[in-house]
């Protein structure tokens, strides 16, 4: 396989243009971002920088393929064949998808074929079972008439997506809204737009009709602003940080009230019990939690709370674990850890580090930039002990490999901590004890509790968060309702 990467990763990437009405296309300002690879710092090619010009066009086009070219009536069976077409697809390009967004955002190889192609095509086959398996309902209604309950979908949905799994995070919203019958028009990140414009290609190979799916790339405060004040938009789906959850439904209320889904950040708590069935387990799968893709991971498990009791056993084993790991060329299938998305970022991190060291947490591993002679963005896995709930590593996602570890005496006290942030996305509960794990499920407020295992859950279980972390669901059937609403028909009969 290292063999085919080093071949893919040779091959240059040509400017990238709009992807419209199945079409490319410059933006219409004819201006251009350039695309910087974090693996070494050099400019990989550009891509079209797009405006609110271009996203009006991309919307008109969307809504004249729901309306007017009638994607929204398509036969299920039709929708159903051609989504099935384009998992195959994406299944067929896995390698060179994955590739090209690794080049584009430093994800280590081995984790951006899973989470990038490999998950986008089971949610696009997922969904696409999905069309002709969910029906409407009959009302229970006196004899003398008919109550029908309809499923119908909402018109033109805009995507916004991050750059830690574009594909991924995409699919979950791309999928189900097209398999209700919506088009769609996606904002890619600045930081990884490469693979979803590729994505949009092999839709239109699948037989997607022009203008059902439509990316416009280019910055987030102009194209993305454009797209969530936009007038004919009915949905907006989105991930990405807090910060812009809020101006979203700022953009909602300024402009047509439009649906807004928002899945946000985290501060993940992950909950290691004395009596956890192997703690050199959980030690492995908790280092992996935070620092695979270079903790840019929203659901992280970023704060670790260690019993007293095995405390010091617990943190030898992962610090361990950890000063194994690692860091390297993200194309590297020998790599555990690849780059940071970027040197903003890396950056970023390092402030957090220096904001810990200075609030009087205690550095156990890493702290610093790494490879810094390729020209890169690499930072090495990072642990600080001694976190109180009042420090800024607590409260504050870092969205990089940096873990912060407190300790606790009881199951009070843990749920307390768990609880003690304004986030509520995931978590994790290491323990024997049934009664204790069934507890914990229920005290935790995140959309996922993990048990005796971090992360690993498929397309068939919702994620979402609770509190601000944001709200509305992706994956598993309930995330159609997000891109569907219900119409009575009454009849008399
Ligand atoms: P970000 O909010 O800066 O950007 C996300 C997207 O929003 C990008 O496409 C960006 O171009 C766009 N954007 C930025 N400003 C905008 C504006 N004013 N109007 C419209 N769009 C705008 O976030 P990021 O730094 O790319 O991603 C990291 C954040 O995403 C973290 O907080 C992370 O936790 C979160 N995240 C959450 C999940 C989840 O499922 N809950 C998954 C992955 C990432």
Redesign the pocket.
């Known amino acids: 396989m290292q063999e085919q990467i080093d071949q893919l990763r040779a091959m240059p990437v040509p400017p990238r243009q709009l992807f419209i009405d199945g079409r490319h296309e410059p933006a219409s300002s004819g201006a251009v971002l350039d695309v910087v690879s974090p693996i070494n710092g050099t400019v990989l090619t550009t891509i079209a920088d797009g405006a609110a010009a271009d996203i009006d066009r991309a919307v008109a086009v969307a809504r004249r393929a729901f309306e007017v070219d009638g994607w929204s009536r398509a036969a299920p069976a039709m929708r159903k064949k051609v989504l099935l077409k384009f998992a195959e697809l994406i299944e067929k390009h896995a390698l060179e998808l994955a590739v090209l967004g690794v080049r584009d955002n430093g994800t280590e190889i081995s984790m951006a074929l899973k989470a990038e192609p490999g998950s986008a095509a089971g949610t696009f086959r997922y969904y696409a079972e999905a069309i002709d398996k969910v029906y409407g309902e009959i009302a229970p209604t006196a004899d003398n008439v008919l109550g029908l309950v309809h499923r119908e979908p909402l018109g033109v949905v805009g995507v ?6 574009p594909l991924m ?1 995409g699919a979950w919203k791309i999928a189900p809204a097209l398999a209700a019958g919506n088009t769609v028009v996606v ?5 990884a737009s490469l693979a979803l414009l590729r994505l949009a290609e092999l839709a239109s190979e699948a037989g997607l009709p022009d203008g059902v799916l439509n990316v416009v790339t280019g ?3 102009v ?3 454009a ?2 004040l936009h007038m004919d938009v009915d949905v907006l789906a ?8 809020r ?2 439904l700022e ?1 909602a209320a300024r402009s047509n009230l439009k649906r807004i889904y928002l ?4 501060k993940s708590p992950n909950i290691v019990f004395a009596d956890a069935p192997d703690l050199d387990q959980a030690a492995k799968v908790s280092a992996s939690g935070i620092f695979r893709n270079s903790g ?4 992280a498990g970023s704060r670790l709370l260690v019993q007293s009791s095995v405390y010091d056993s617990f943190m030898d084993a992962l610090l361990s674990v950890t000063g194994k790991l690692k860091v390297g060329d993200p194309l590297d299938v020998a790599s555990d850890i690849g780059a940071v998305a970027s040197a903003e ?1 890396l950056e970023k991190n390092l402030g957090f580090v220096e904001t810990a060291e200075r609030e009087g947490a205690e550095r156990l591993a890493g702290g610093g930039r790494l490879l810094a002679e390729t020209g890169g963005s690499y930072m090495a896995p990072t642990v600080f002990a001694g976190v109180t709930p009042d420090m800024t590593l607590a409260r504050e ?1 870092v ?1 990089g490999p940096v873990l912060a570890v407190s300790r606790f005496e009881t199951e009070e006290e843990a749920v307390k901590l768990a609880n003690s942030t304004v986030y509520g ?1 995931a978590s994790a509960v290491w323990t024997s004890n049934l009664s204790t794990a069934h507890r914990m499920v229920r005290a935790i407020r995140a959309g996922v509790v993990h048990v005796n295992t971090y992360g690993g859950a498929d397309i068939t279980v919702p ?3 609770f509190k601000q ?2 709200f509305g669901r ?1 994956k598993s059937l309930h995330a159609l309702a997000e891109y569907s609403d219900l119409k009575t028909a009454w009849i008399a009969l």
């Open positions: 916004i997506v991050p750059w830690n799994f995070i904002k890619p990140p600045e930081a910055r987030g405060a194209a993305g602003e797209l969530g989105f991930t990405g940080s807090g910060a812009t959850g101006r979203l953009y899945e946000l950040g985290g840019q991971v929203c659901v970022q996602e969205f996305l994620l979402g968060g972390s944001g992706d």
